[in-house]
């Protein structure tokens, strides 16, 4: 049996890797390639957002009883990082390379903090709150795409 | 049952309470290049003199543990979800008391006024007492832990021990108390302080923030989560060998391990840099590599001395050994500084705005805050000030002069970066007020 810890960690690296593309491209001004890759991290970054807004968030307010709690900080990081990806793809429209790579760098710090308090903190809470019905959850997310 | 309630992942201090200490270190950087520069060639003579035990204290304490305090009060909540009781009130009280007992401790080192050293004690031992016990309450309250808090852990530990045997000494220093052998005190005082509460700070928290600046690949687990309690261990053996067993031959031995424990984590480091995910030039790398480098230099001089006796006076390379510890440590913060202030400033103004809905105002990113041209220039007058001390080390020592101007001019250009970054700061956070004050238009 996967964790939940585990398995959304996995999803965490591959955003990262999709992520660096973007980035190396469009530093190279490769603006066709950098353009592709950068949609592309934002498709797979919002699917892993709407698997945590979705399922696991809400489930982990019922199992714990508290909607006030991590979840809510999370949400407000991942509405932090939605702005971001707003700004970025006005920087991509526009091919200004320097906004878009201050824009990266801002992005990358705020996805990485955010990532660990979810793979340190959230995710263990969750695998330990959820205990049998972590696979059904894990199943449930699967299902958003 | 998990304490959700006491687990909020935000609990970030204003923004003024890690500020206050990262403006500050870089002037007491500029206070180490003027002690140079006004006492010349004699700070680097001996390790043992009034004005070499002034600076280095300016460095460890006014700059290293300024920075690293402040930054722990902001890293905390984020690392462990477990902030720091009555943030206020510790931020103020350990602000006042490094700054106030760094400067008596120095000038009580120069001129040798007793009231300076009783001054000394009471600041530093209480402003630094304050955060320990704060630090204490908060790392136990912690949930989940993980390598770098048991890393915190350790740290905050050798930093009790660092500044209990600086305590004594400055104690025995007054004329109430005698030690046999105040030098290996002295030694035990410097090992807790630099390799224990320094490095081991440096090395835990950069399993969080070498990733996560520079997406990287982790540590290895195995490293993260032996290391530090091998070389805490190995501090805490030595310093019994040393001081109470006089056993030279095991302390040094012992000591060979520490350093080939930290070359380790050195080279590990260089490895990640290697492996790194992010191929866009970051700047910030370069102190990181000057800093690795320069603990490379250090173990290699060491083990070097070990083996083949030196050619030239053994205590020039104390010394040596001693900048470039100093120096690593410095450029390490330097750069994390460079991460943490500009990311911070976007992130409370970002958090301001969205909650206030308010997106006419635009928000600034972080290379709007710091340019790398800025870190760029600040970097090269850096290295060139701390090249012109190893120089001056190795072949002239008149070659100081100009590493102690090129040193105050680097700190003073690290300090004008980051009043830019809370000018920007500042301009952009009155827009947002002043835009979110004005009545809605239909």
Not at chain 2, 251 to 276: C, G, H, N, Y
Request: with cysteine; charged share 15%; hydrophobic share 55%.
């Amino acid at each position: 049996m996967s964790s939940i810890t585990e398995i959304m960690t996995a999803d965490h690296r591959h955003c990262d890797d999709a992520f660096a593309q973007a980035e190396e491209q469009i530093a190279a001004g490769e603006w066709g390639k950098g353009t592709a890759l950068h949609q592309a991290f934002v498709t797979s970054t919002e699917q892993h957002f709407r698997k945590e807004e979705e399922v696991l968030f809400p489930k982990f307010e019922q199992a714990t009883g508290s909607a006030m709690g991590p979840t809510q900080v999370m949400k407000a990081e991942h509405a932090q990082m939605r702005q971001l990806f707003k700004d970025m793809q006005s920087a991509v429209d526009d091919q200004d390379k320097d906004r878009y790579l201050g824009l990266s760098e801002t992005l990358m710090i705020v996805m990485q903090q955010h990532n660990m308090k979810e793979e340190q903190i959230l995710y263990r809470m969750a695998d330990q709150a959820f205990g049998d019905i972590a696979d059904e959850i894990l199943h449930s997310m699967d299902g958003i795409n | 049952m998990l304490g959700t309630a006491n687990l909020s992942l935000e609990q970030a201090p204003p923004l003024s309470i890690p500020f206050r200490f990262f403006l500050t270190a870089p002037l007491f950087g500029v206070v180490a290049g003027l002690l140079v520069l006004f006492y010349g060639s004699e700070v680097i003579t001996s390790r043992w003199l009034p004005a070499t035990l002034g600076l280095t204290h300016v460095i460890t304490l006014g700059f290293l543990t300024m920075v690293m305090c402040g930054a722990m009060m902001q890293m905390l909540p984020v690392l462990t979800g477990s902030p720091l009781p009555r943030v206020r009130f510790v931020g103020a009280s350990l602000h006042i008391g490094l700054v106030v007992g760094t400067s008596a401790l120095v000038l009580s080192f120069l001129t040798g006024f007793n009231v300076l050293t009783w001054m000394a004690m009471f600041f530093l031992g209480v402003g630094l007492g304050i955060f320990l016990v704060a630090l204490f309450v908060a790392l136990i309250r912690v949930k989940v832990t993980s390598a770098t808090i048991t890393g915190m852990r350790l740290a905050g530990f050798a930093l009790f021990l660092t500044i209990a045997l600086g305590l004594l000494l400055l104690v025995a220093r007054s004329g109430w108390l005698e030690f046999s052998q105040p030098r290996l005190w002295v030694d035990a005082h410097l090992g807790w302080g630099l390799v224990g509460w320094v490095g081991l700070l440096l090395v835990s928290v950069s399993y969080q923030v070498v990733p996560m600046f520079h997406v990287t690949p982790e540590y290895p687990g195995w490293m993260r989560g032996a290391l530090g309690k091998i070389l805490f261990i190995l501090l805490l053996a030595w310093s019994v060998g040393w001081l109470m067993l006089s056993q030279q031959m095991v302390s040094e031995f012992i000591l060979a391990l520490l350093l080939l424990v930290l070359l380790t984590f050195v080279v590990t480091t260089f490895r990640l840099f290697l492996k790194k995910k992010r191929k866009v030039r970051d700047v910030t790398l370069w102190f990181w590599r000057a800093s690795l480098i320069g603990v490379l230099g250090a173990v290699i001089i060491w083990f070097s001395l070990e083996f083949v006796p030196p050619t030239w006076d053994a205590s020039i390379w104390a010394l040596m050994i001693g900048a470039l510890a100093l120096f690593a440590a410095m450029a390490v913060i330097n750069a994390m500084l460079y991460k943490i202030a500009p990311f911070l400033s976007w992130f409370h103004l970002q958090h301001r705005q969205l909650a206030l809905g308010c997106f006419s105002v635009s928000v600034p990113h972080m290379k709007t805050f710091l340019s790398d041209r800025a870190v760029i220039s600040q970097f090269y007058l850096w290295l060139s000030g701390v090249m012109c001390f190893l120089l001056a080390l190795l072949l002239h020592r008149q070659l100081v002069y100009p590493g102690a101007i090129l040193m105050a001019a680097s700190n003073l250009y690290l300090f004008w970066n980051l009043v830019s970054i809370v000018r920007l700061y500042n301009k952009v956070n009155r827009q947002l007020t002043a835009e979110a004050a004005k009545p809605a238009r239909d």
